[in-house]
């Protein structure tokens, strides 16, 4: 078994207190992580302040910048070592971590080590009463020590979409990745020593949410900002923990994702995107689609065709080849999306193909495994067609008009993503416009620019990050006025 350990101002630090790493395969124990208390906390926001005050505050932008850079190729040099720590503590396919997680974890310092080199700032010239005037420019500064709270579905990504901005920008960061996916965190603190970022620029803590390690760091008066991503629920909970000395919260959260999909689409495009959308990381993506409106002239057909993809789509671990589905990434988590297979089936669904847990071989029988699934007849009252489920499992309904669809399609309080599929430009614009989420996707999905803003509306989240956006977070802007 692996021993995980926190990693504070440079160092691995070990603890008293462990809880174990099960395997999402089969549910055997795969790391002994050790638990931070509110000793460690301490330590790494006081480490995390000391390397602002000292060698990471000191540094030029430019220096800044060229050690996130090589950050990048150390990352890069260590892929096999990520994609082996991401796909045993989520059991993803090899291939999926190996063309987006990891990929990715690199590209997010990247894109901010190269943009933090090219921001322009403001200049005003004001008019003063004795005629000679004023010169007004901003600057940026660091905002401070970021607390970063992480889920366990995409974790390298998740963490360093945050992290990569946060250090750019010049802060230090203590991390607390879930406690379902512990190591890819730790092993990034490796590779920051062996490039040499400063000893206290990143810090991971690991544990829990209440009372643990999460709630501690949220908690921590001397954590300047809080940015996290996870479910509605905790960010309600963290955001009242930031309330405490009004410090900034910036607030990745939960969605009840849209696919419109219009009898003109490109159908097999269509399939395709829907599949992925729905199915992908088993359906543990925050922009996952998990209701798909289909015009009714093609519903039937869809339906079909869906259910065949579905039913192809291979499941099994991450190395087997040409595996697409892995298993959840808990028991718990497990339990919840079968939880929803039944009450779905109790309410009445046809359940198109899945609906519980696939046959597996004796020695994975432990493991976390559900069928992928789909429904139709159920409402959209449902709470099928309301709740997040987070699971590889959608409900397909028909519609018949474009203003009903957009009404249905908004009718949730959440606003994370939407993937609509026609061929005629008008509508795609039109609809594009009315749906209320923050990233609306036209004949793709989960196709990301790393500069354009990124987050949710209604309870989806609060902020912006992506390109010039995350600066708002990363960094106050301060107003010099020099009077001539
Ligand atoms: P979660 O909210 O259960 O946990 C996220 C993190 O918060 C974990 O590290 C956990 O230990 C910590 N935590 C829990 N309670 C806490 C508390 N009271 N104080 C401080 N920390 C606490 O989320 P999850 O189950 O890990 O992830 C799945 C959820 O995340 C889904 O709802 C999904 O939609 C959402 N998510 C959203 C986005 C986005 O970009 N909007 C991205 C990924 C995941
Ligand atoms: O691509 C991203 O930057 C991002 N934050 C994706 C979120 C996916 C949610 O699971």
Same mark, same amino acid.
């Given at each position: 078994?692996?021993?995980?350990r926190?990693? @504070?101002n440079? &160092?691995f630090?070990e603890t008293?207190?462990?809880?174990?790493?099960?395997?999402p395969?089969d549910?055997s124990?795969?790391?002994?992580?050790?638990?931070?208390?509110?000793?460690?906390?301490d330590?790494?926001? &006081?480490?995390a302040h000391?390397?602002?005050?000292?060698?990471w505050g000191?540094l030029?932008?430019s220096e800044?910048?060229?050690?996130?850079s +090589?950050?990048v190729?150390a990352?890069?040099?260590?892929?096999d070592?990520?994609?082996?720590?991401?796909c045993?503590d989520t059991?993803?396919?090899r291939?999926?971590? !190996?063309?987006?997680?990891i990929p990715?974890?690199a590209?997010?310092?990247k894109?901010?080590a190269?943009?933090?080199?090219s921001?322009p700032?403001?200049f005003?010239e004001?008019?003063?009463?004795?005629?000679?005037?004023?010169l007004n420019?901003s600057?940026?500064?660091?905002v401070?020590?970021i607390?970063?709270?992480c889920p366990?579905?995409?974790?390298?990504?998740l963490?360093?979409w945050?992290v990569g901005?946060?250090l750019?920008?010049?802060?230090?960061v203590?991390v607390?990745?879930s406690?379902?996916?512990?190591q890819? !965190?730790?092993l990034?603190?490796?590779?920051?020593?062996?490039?040499?970022?400063?000893?206290g620029?990143y810090n991971?803590?690991?544990?829990?949410g209440?009372?643990? +390690?999460?709630?501690f760091?949220?908690?921590h008066p001397k954590?300047?900002?809080?940015?996290?991503?996870?479910?509605?629920?905790t960010?309600?909970a963290?955001?009242?923990?930031a309330a405490?000395?009004a410090?900034p919260?910036?607030?990745?959260l939960?969605?009840?994702?849209?696919?419109?999909?219009?009898a003109?689409?490109?159908?097999d495009?269509? *399939?395709?995107?829907?599949l992925?959308s729905?199915?992908?990381?088993?359906?543990?993506?925050? =922009?996952a689609?998990e209701?798909?409106?289909?015009?009714r002239?093609?519903f039937?057909?869809?339906?079909q065709r869906?259910?065949?993809?579905a039913?192809?789509?291979? *499941?099994?671990?991450?190395?087997d080849?040409?595996?697409?589905l892995?298993?959840?990434?808990?028991?718990e988590?497990?339990e919840?999306?079968l939880?929803?297979?039944?009450k779905a089936a109790?309410m009445?669904a046809?359940?198109v193909?899945?609906?519980?847990?696939?046959?597996?071989?004796?020695? =994975?029988?432990?493991g976390?495994w559900v069928?992928p699934t789909?429904?139709t007849?159920l409402?959209?009252?449902s709470?099928i067609a309301?709740?997040e489920?987070?699971g590889?499992?959608? =409900?397909?309904?028909?519609?018949?008009a474009?203003?009903?669809?957009?009404r249905?399609?908004?009718d949730?309080?959440y606003g994370? !993503?939407?993937?609509?599929?026609?061929?005629?430009?008008?509508r795609?614009?039109?609809? !594009?416009a009315? @749906?209320e989420?923050g990233l609306?996707?036209?004949?793709?999905?989960f196709?990301? &620019?790393?500069r354009a803003p990124?987050g949710?509306?209604k309870?989806?989240g609060?902020?912006r990050?992506g390109?010039v956006?995350?600066?708002e977070?990363?960094t106050?802007?301060r107003n010099?006025?020099i009077? =001539?």
């Amino acid at each position: 078994m692996k021993e995980i350990r926190n990693f @504070i101002n440079g &160092e691995f630090v070990e603890t008293a207190r462990h809880f174990t790493k099960r395997s999402p395969m089969d549910y055997s124990p795969i790391a002994r992580v050790h638990e931070a208390g509110k000793a460690e906390i301490d330590r790494a926001v &006081e480490a995390a302040h000391a390397a602002l005050r000292g060698p990471w505050g000191n540094l030029s932008l430019s220096e800044r910048s060229g050690m996130l850079s +090589a950050l990048v190729d150390a990352i890069t040099l260590r892929f096999d070592d990520f994609l082996e720590a991401e796909c045993a503590d989520t059991g993803k396919p090899r291939s999926l971590a !190996a063309h987006l997680d990891i990929p990715r974890g690199a590209a997010n310092f990247k894109v901010f080590a190269d943009l933090i080199r090219s921001v322009p700032a403001e200049f005003f010239e004001s008019a003063t009463p004795d005629g000679r005037g004023a010169l007004n420019y901003s600057i940026r500064r660091p905002v401070g020590v970021i607390g970063v709270v992480c889920p366990w579905n995409l974790p390298l990504l998740l963490m360093t979409w945050k992290v990569g901005p946060a250090l750019a920008c010049g802060n230090t960061v203590v991390v607390k990745p879930s406690e379902e996916t512990p190591q890819t !965190a730790t092993l990034l603190g490796e590779v920051m020593n062996q490039v040499g970022i400063p000893a206290g620029v990143y810090n991971v803590v690991h544990g829990f949410g209440p009372d643990s +390690a999460g709630a501690f760091l949220t908690e921590h008066p001397k954590v300047n900002a809080i940015t996290f991503t996870g479910e509605t629920r905790t960010g309600t909970a963290i955001m009242k923990a930031a309330a405490q000395g009004a410090r900034p919260v910036s607030l990745e959260l939960g969605g009840k994702n849209p696919a419109i999909v219009f009898a003109d689409c490109d159908l097999d495009a269509a *399939i395709e995107g829907c599949l992925r959308s729905s199915f992908s990381n088993s359906g543990q993506v925050c =922009l996952a689609t998990e209701r798909i409106y289909v015009e009714r002239p093609l519903f039937e057909k869809f339906v079909q065709r869906l259910k065949e993809g579905a039913e192809a789509l291979k *499941i099994g671990c991450p190395d087997d080849e040409g595996v697409e589905l892995g298993p959840l990434v808990s028991r718990e988590h497990q339990e919840k999306v079968l939880s929803y297979y039944r009450k779905a089936a109790g309410m009445g669904a046809t359940v198109v193909t899945g609906g519980g847990v696939p046959p597996m071989p004796e020695r =994975l029988a432990q493991g976390c495994w559900v069928q992928p699934t789909i429904w139709t007849g159920l409402d959209d009252d449902s709470i099928i067609a309301r709740e997040e489920i987070f699971g590889p499992c959608v =409900l397909v309904q028909p519609f018949d008009a474009e203003d009903e669809v957009i009404r249905r399609a908004n009718d949730t309080e959440y606003g994370l !993503a939407c993937s609509i599929w026609t061929q005629n430009l008008s509508r795609a614009h039109r609809v !594009a416009a009315q @749906i209320e989420a923050g990233l609306v996707w036209v004949n793709s999905w989960f196709l990301r &620019e790393l500069r354009a803003p990124f987050g949710g509306s209604k309870q989806s989240g609060i902020g912006r990050e992506g390109g010039v956006h995350s600066l708002e977070f990363y960094t106050e802007l301060r107003n010099i006025c020099i009077k =001539l």
